[in-house]
């Protein structure tokens, strides 16, 4: 028992290459710290701390400042969603483990 419990899931079979799944990992990382810095850049650094030089900006009657606290932060989240998505399937089919089945459809 305290044997299976010391053991590491990650080891694989000997003579199995997993670096692989670092160098996934990683991408993986440097992907969301990219999309994250995005989104706070834009929420916050726009909405919140850049709001008053950015009020002065008069877009169809409406202070820029405000526009991006009210609704720029939002869609700015949903299209990083989108790109996170499409971001990812790319990285997985770089990787070969992506959700496909034979025909290359998704599953």
């Not at 990219?34 to 169809?60: C, K, R, T």
Request: glycine share 10%; proline share 4%.
């Amino acid at each position: 028992m305290s044997d299976v419990a010391h053991e590491s899931t990650s080891s694989g079979p000997p003579g199995e290459d997993l670096s692989w799944r670092r160098r996934y990992w990683k991408k993986n990382v440097r992907m969301l710290v990219i999309l994250l810095a995005i989104w706070a850049v834009v929420s916050l650094g726009f909405g919140v701390l850049l709001i008053e030089p950015l009020n002065n900006i008069v877009i169809l009657g409406f202070p820029l400042g405000l526009w991006f606290a009210q609704q720029g932060s939002i869609y700015t989240f949903v299209i990083l969603i989108l790109v996170y998505a499409l971001w990812m399937d790319r990285i997985d089919d770089e990787f070969g483990v992506s959700e496909r089945n034979g025909d290359g459809e998704r599953l």
